[in-house]
């Protein structure tokens, strides 16, 4: 398989065939939610089997596309080992053939993005849509964070949210508006929880992105993450954190965005979906992954014996 151009430059023939190829979930999705005109990064998929000059050539075409010389690597594909690449971190441009080719060396093909700050986010929002099942009624909640978290804090940091958003009895073949009524916010009530959540957040920077990019080294810890952000300006995390405000204001087109999302999904019979979005500190906007996860987010089962009860 050829390396591919960039995603936002792909016809659409190619766009089309790349959101239905399994092969690669990750690039899948990001070719889905673009072909949906949702807002993603700028992209290229390097399948295993290609060497470092490959790999330079897209990251030129990629850093040429977007006018940046530095990007984000991720990975795709493949058996996900216990030591898997947690991938979201930018490296200058000439840094990127030698990280790729040890991902590509592991059987994992590497997506190259554009680059973003993940210690300015402005809001990171965990997307899911739940249901029993085609034609049952179904449920849909955001997971929120505020300014200087970023998704990884939501699906893999053990960060719990300041901030949920749910929608119960939601049908997800027709579409309604919900009502402001309707949702149901609450906010993290846990006494000193702001506080572990930001130590929390704090020790993943010190002990994986910091590490990984090579602003940290040796042993670290969330008092060396937090030296560097505030060295660096990066004091989002330490600001007012207004994440209550910031969901409500975006609840009602992430809630759009998700039924088309849900329309366009090819498992007809899917149970839980999941996604995450991003607003960036420009102001501009990101959807990552969109997960047919079932056994990954599965509805709990409080909430499923709810939603029988009313089905019944």
Known sequence: MAISRPLHALPNAELTAAAKDRRW????TMALLHSLKLPVL????????????????????????????????????????KQYYRGGNVFPVEEIPPRAGRLLADGRAVILAEPTNRFTNRLTVLVRMDRLGPGRPGSFTLEALGPGYDVADLTRGQIPPQVTAHLDDVDWNRYQP??????????????GGEDAR???????LATQTLTDGGHLDGTVGAEHAEAWLREHGFLHLFGP??????????????????????????????RCLATA???????GTNYWDLVDGERKYATTAPAAA??????A
């Open 198 to 204: 930001r130590q929390r957040r704090l020790e993943r």
């Open 241 to 270: 954190q207004a994440t209550r405000e910031a969901l409500a204001k975006r609840a009602r087109r992430l809630f759009d965005d998700a039924f088309f999302l849900t329309l366009a999904q090819p498992n007809r019979n899917w």
């Open 306 to 311: 709810r939603t029988e009860e009313r089905a």
């Open 25 to 28: 979930p990750k690039w899948q």
């Open 42 to 81: 700028n992209a290229c998929l390097i399948p295993p089997g290609h060497d470092a000059d490959a790999v330079r050539a897209a990251a030129h075409a990629l850093a040429t596309a977007t006018d940046a010389e530095r990007l984000m690597i991720r990975s795709d594909g493949g058996a996900e080992k």
């Open 277 to 283: 979005f991003s607003v960036f500190h420009n102001a």
């Open 178 to 191: 919900p009502r402001w009524h309707e949702w149901q916010i609450t906010g993290d009530r846990c006494p």
